[in-house]
């Protein structure tokens, strides 16, 4: 035995920065969320360009997802790692340049984001800038983590620290690859990927951020707060490494479901749903290790709201990683895609799998940081009956909405027609139900303010100054093995003994390069082929470039959100080419820069949009929406009509396209002359038809040239506002 | 299931106090696995009609079930469009169909805005109730027209045909200029 011992004290100050992060961005992500959830219910509540739904949905999700649940995490991160290893975090001030770094993101993000600067990728929104600092902050994170791995105190990596290695460098992973494009401005940008890569490379993040972002480190949190407010063992060591790895293997290949039936090929859509079926166990896994853990110690969850909060968050992600892959399946997705059933499947696992471990976390942590006891055990039991009767009614009604609006579009009479042919009708049968969402979102809401009361109550309570623990704990000499029986048995007996795995946690280089290898090697089984393979997406010769003009327009199309409402993917079923027109395919978004394909049907969708309405139909609909669709939830969007287009970045725009393969030819030198050529045109035909006069140096021309070329090219019809000449 | 009796702690396993124990995974989840496992391989030698088919197929097989089921009607006839014209129940039903889905672009008074003017002597796809009936239904793309065929009924398509000719000579305050061709009243007759 050695009897030198190290003294230190783990750095507490970092985790309750994070913690009153977590709990201010909570609060913020939650009423943006609320705002947008009113604003479906009645337009009105979309106040002017920056606060409307199309640039307010992002915001919601991002600040929930990385300034809420992201804060969170690094709150029990920094807290459980220091802890697990015995040992410091390796640097403070690299602590302090995470938070304030991550922070100072997000406060970008609350401004871009309402200012219309995104790269429509979801969850993927903040334009370049953002991208190179979060790449930047996340890089030094991983450095203070790995080098509080380094000078550990504690051999072997527990299981927690293996969810959170695996997070750390897959979610660095699927950031840098799905971002890489190239700067056309200071706040501008276009996906290196088109049209079937970029969307396929988009879910491959968008799924893996689900995954790596709210998933593997939220059970990192688990497998240590649950235990130790539990104050009992953990279930089972084999079940810990059999659903870690399998976890972390399957899950990367599941992105494809989010594009079931759309143009992306076939294989890719099979891979993604059988993938996502294969992920039950693994992550059941999860769930059985956490509520396996509670036996012999259920009856502290009647007075204990922090067990309360983990059992609720446990059971929530038993429930929806039950119902992910049942949506994988394509029979099931093709009811399920662009209805609010997936906004009701994500918000089980926001609302209750990262909202409830967060509170447990924090109603745990709070007497320990402040170092007082809890202001009031009675408040934070009612934030959890508030909340969960809050996920009750958001769910429920958000389920039979998605349901209810699914079943509408496909449904036939017997004549073989659609039943409900205008879409608005579907709509508005949603109505009531978008009222008990606002209603269930508002207690949820409740319960959170209640939550953050008390946990500043708590704080007011803190000593004068904080004690610091000082920790003794001996320093990692060389390893000597333990006296261990030897194995009996033959390769079957050592490959179930697990002393191999043993051997990994204490090699913390060979561990996390074999997770990398794991993430890697399994997203080439589909990048490779997807990137490689020309049949993928057979090119269709009639599929022309975006006119300088409509590519403007298209960027307005962005900025405003529309994609957040609209799809621009029509499946191959009956009821959708009924409705939209033929089926989309892969070869007309070639030259999609980010694609637009959209996930979401809150309006219908636009892929054959071009040349259906005049261009004065469009003007009047993006005044004042109401005025052509009585019942239409629509924001209105009166700026576009006097807010000058801005002609000087329109080169620019094309070159960076240009440079990306787009085939632009003559528009390289005069982009500019040729989009005054178009809006000219357009600009002349809308007054011609009895609309403003004067609309030829206004916003809404570009976004006019944009949507009557939508879909036309494979058709035969010419959309009224295309130059003579050619596109 | 494990029984708590089988919970033995794993020895030199205890991270800041937590331990773990060596409990077998349960049966029941490993047996879940196996068969998610098993599925990959099944669906992959599914029979087409049932599983693994390429969208492309599934589509066309729904479009030739359904094209099976419902042979195409014949085409309306001069004949058969011409009895809802001036018939009040017909004109009426039509009204309500108008008002919903035409005023956004001919004005609830028919004077147009967006479209033409639907009230005075001048069309620009044919002024017979069978020319009309088919610029309602198939719609003109070219000019924004959407083909109104899809959107509603049969039964709607001769209602809405025969407001829009009640509509002619209202007169409307501050209509549309005139487009297309000159056609006489007597023309708008069958």
């Given at each position: 035995m050695e009897a030198r011992l190290d003294s230190f004290s783990y750095d507490d100050a970092i985790v309750r920065k994070f913690l009153f992060a977590t709990l201010l961005w909570g609060v913020v992500g939650m009423l943006v969320g609320l705002l947008i959830a009113l604003q479906l219910a009645?337009?009105?509540?979309?106040?002017?360009q920056y606060l409307s739904f199309g640039r307010l949905r992002p915001l919601h999700t991002n600040a929930v997802i990385f300034a809420f649940a992201g804060n969170a995490v690094f709150t029990g991160i920094y807290y459980s790692t220091q802890r697990l290893l015995k040992a410091?975090?390796?640097s403070d001030a690299l602590s302090r340049f995470h938070f304030w770094g991550w922070q100072a993101i997000i406060v970008a993000a609350a401004i871009t984001l309402p200012l219309g600067y995104?790269?429509?990728?979801?969850?993927?929104?903040?334009?370049w800038p953002i991208d190179i600092a979060i790449a930047v902050v996340w890089v030094v994170f991983a450095i203070n983590f790995f080098g509080t791995i380094a000078k550990r105190r504690e051999r072997h990596l527990y299981v927690a620290i293996w969810f959170y290695i695996a997070s750390i460098i897959t979610v660095a992973v699927l950031h840098i690859f799905n971002n890489l494009s190239i700067p056309a401005g200071p706040l501008k940008s276009y996906s290196i990927y088109a049209g079937v890569q970029d969307a396929f490379m988009q879910w491959w993040y968008g799924h893996n951020a689900v995954?790596?972002?709210?998933t593997t480190p939220f059970l990192g949190l688990m497998y240590y707060f649950m235990p130790k407010a539990a104050e009992r063992p953990v279930f089972s060591y084999k079940l810990s490494i059999l659903h870690f790895w399998t976890l972390v293997f399957l899950?990367?290949?599941?992105?494809?479901h989010h594009l079931?039936?759309?143009?992306?090929?076939d294989w890719a859509s099979t891979l993604g749903m059988l993938f996502s079926v294969m992920l039950i166990a693994p992550s059941w896994g999860g769930m059985i290790n956490g509520l396996l853990t509670l036996r012999g110690a259920w009856q502290k969850v009647v007075d204990e709201p922090v067990l309360k909060f983990f059992v609720l968050a446990v059971t929530a992600y038993g429930m929806s990683t039950f119902e992910g892959p049942m949506l994988s399946i394509k029979s099931v997705n093709s009811l399920a895609?662009?209805?609010d059933w997936i906004i009701a499947h994500v918000h089980t696992g926001a609302l209750g799998w990262n909202g409830f471990m967060t509170a447990g976390m924090i109603y745990w942590l709070a007497p320990r940081l402040f170092q007082t006891?809890?202001?009031s055990k009675k408040l934070a039991e009612w934030h959890f009956w508030v909340a969960t009767l809050g996920i009750l009614l958001y769910v429920t009604s958000i389920y039979s909405a998605g349901i209810t609006q699914g079943l509408m579009w496909r449904a036939f009479d017997e004549t073989g027609?659609?039943?409900?042919?205008?879409?608005i009708e579907t709509t508005m049968r949603l109505m009531p139900m978008y009222w008990v969402r606002v209603a269930g979102g508002t207690l949820y809401l409740s319960g959170m303010i209640v939550f953050v009361y008390n946990i500043v109550m708590t704080w007011a309570g803190r000593p004068k100054t904080y004690d610091v623990f000082v920790v003794q704990a001996a320093p990692l000499g060389t390893y000597v093995p333990p006296q261990a029986a030897p194995v009996v048995g033959g390769a079957w007996a050592r490959f179930t003994g697990l002393l191999w795995h043993r051997t990994w946690e204490r090699l913390p280089l060979t561990f996390s390069v074999l997770v990398a290898v794991a993430v890697i090697v399994a997203s080439l089984f589909e990048i490779l082929p997807t990137f490689l393979?020309?049949?993928n997406v057979p090119t269709i010769a009639s599929v022309k470039p975006y006119t300088p003009l409509e590519l403007v327009g298209r960027d307005l199309y962005i900025r405003e959100g529309c994609f957040n409402c609209h799809s621009q993917m029509i499946r191959p079923f009956r009821h959708e080419t009924e409705r939209y027109g033929e089926y989309s395919k892969p070869?007309?978004?070639?030259?999609?820069?980010?694609?637009?394909?959209?996930?979401?049907?809150i309006g219908p969708d636009?892929?054959?949009?071009?040349?259906?309405?005049p261009a004065l139909w469009h003007v009047r609909h993006m005044q004042d929406p109401r005025s052509i669709?009585?019942?239409?939830?629509m924001p209105p969007y009166p700026h576009l009509l006097t807010q000058d287009l801005d002609f000087a970045t329109i080169q620019k725009r094309v070159d960076v396209m240009a440079m990306l393969g787009v085939p632009y030819g003559d528009a390289i030198n005069k982009a500019e002359s040729m989009a005054h050529a178009q809006a000219d045109l357009i600009a002349a035909d809308i007054e011609k038809a009895g609309g403003p006069a004067g609309?030829?140096?206004?916003?809404i021309t570009a976004l006019v040239a944009y949507l009557e070329r939508?879909?036309?090219?494979?058709?035969?019809v010419k959309p009224v506002t295309t130059p003579p000449g050619g596109n | 299931m494990t029984r708590a009796g089988d919970d033995r702690p794993m020895m030199d396993h205890e991270y800041d106090g937590i331990q773990e124990y060596d409990n077998p995974m349960p049966r029941w989840w490993l047996l879940l696995f196996a068969v998610t496992i098993v599925f990959v391989p099944v669906y992959y030698l599914?029979?087409?009609?049932?599983?693994?088919?390429?969208k492309a197929d599934m589509y066309t097989q729904e479009i030739a079930a359904f094209n099976a089921a419902h042979p195409e009607a014949p085409k309306m006839t001069a004949e058969q469009v011409g009895?809802?014209?001036?018939?009040a129940d017909a004109i009426a039903d039509g009204k309500v169909v108008f008002m919903a889905?035409?005023?956004?672009?001919?004005?609830a008074d028919g004077g147009?805005?967006?479209?033409?003017?639907?009230?005075?002597?001048?069309w620009i796809h044919g002024a017979t109730p069978l020319a009309i009936h088919t610029t309602i239904t198939e719609g003109v793309l070219a000019k924004g027209m959407p083909p109104w065929g899809k959107m509603l009924k049969p039964e709607q398509i001769n209602s809405v045909m025969a407001y829009v000719i009640s509509?002619?000579?209202?007169?409307?305050?501050?209509?549309?200029e005139p487009q297309g061709i000159l056609a006489t009243a007597e023309a708008a007759k069958p």
């Open positions: 009645n337009p009105a509540f979309n106040l002017g410091r975090m390796f995104t790269q429509a990728k979801e969850y993927a929104e903040l334009e995954a790596f972002f709210l899950y990367i290949w599941a992105g494809p079931h039936y759309t143009a992306l090929p895609h662009y209805t006891s809890l202001y027609r659609l039943q409900f042919p205008d879409f393979i020309k049949s070869g007309e978004s070639i030259y999609d820069h980010p694609f637009l394909w959209g996930s979401r049907r636009l892929a054959r949009e071009g040349g259906k309405y669709t009585a019942k239409s939830i609309l030829k140096d206004k916003e939508l879909g036309v090219d494979i058709r035969a | 599914l029979p087409s009609d049932i599983g693994n088919i390429t009895v809802f014209v001036g018939k889905n035409c005023v956004a672009c001919h004005r147009g805005q967006i479209g033409p003017n639907l009230t005075d002597d001048f509509l002619h000579g209202s007169h409307p305050t501050n209509p549309k």
